[in-house]
């Protein structure tokens, strides 16, 4: 395999509590809460450390945003429960976090000619008139990669770090298969 470095840019994780939460409560409670039910059905949070936002809806669901680890990750939604457990006991202390996607980008180091990757690569899309990157979709591990003509790329819909750069690699190791790096 090849090893090309990649670069995680966001985590996306959930938790479900299992209560419905009182979403104008939190809202009044808890500082730097961003609320307005009548353009989202759902409150912001946003923490300093980590740097993250989530979204809390009154189902009890949660989905955090903008961490770069899955620790960072968890720890945010475990932060954020924390807060608002101090205003709602029944809010049960072992709930399930689950990361729903991580975006990670890279660089392959050598430009592409995406109309011949577009020719030559099975499971692709590209029409450079609507977006300037071309969609490769990989089965295993199954994730969406976005190549660009400079040799970037952008991974997403990993499950977990590892599959991201595996995605990566096999992606740079299929190119070069087909002669297109």
């Known amino acids: 395999m090849t090893d090309v470095p990649i670069k995680v840019e966001n985590i996306v994780a959930s938790a ?16 730097g809460v961003e609320y307005n039910s009548e353009k989202f059905p759902g409150l ?3 923490l300093k450390e980590p ?11 949660l989905v955090g945003t903008g961490a770069k680890t899955t620790e960072d990750s968890i720890k945010s939604l475990n932060i954020i429960v924390d807060k608002m457990r101090a205003l ?5 202390q072992e709930f399930e976090i689950t990361i729903q996607n991580i975006v990670a980008s890279a660089n392959l180091e050598k430009t592409l000619n995406l109309e011949a990757v577009a020719l030559d690569l099975e499971n692709t899309e590209y029409e450079p ?6 969609v490769y979709r990989l ?4 994730v969406v990669l976005l190549l660009f003509g400079s040799g970037k790329v952008v991974c ?4 977990n770090i590892d599959n991201a750069q595996l995605g990566v690699e096999k ?3 299929r190119l070069g298969e087909l002669d297109l790096i």
């Open 16 to 31: 479900t509590l299992g209560k419905s939460i009182e979403l104008p409560k939190v809202a009044l409670t808890l500082e």
């Open 44 to 46: 912001v949070y946003k």
């Open 51 to 61: 740097k993250t936002a989530a979204l809390i809806f009154g189902s009890g669901k």
């Open 88 to 92: 709602d006991a029944d809010i049960p």
């Open 129 to 134: 008139e609507q977006f300037p990157g071309l």
């Open 139 to 142: 089965e295993d591990p199954k």
């Open 156 to 159: 997403t819909g990993a499950k």
């Open 171 to 173: 992606t740079k190791e």
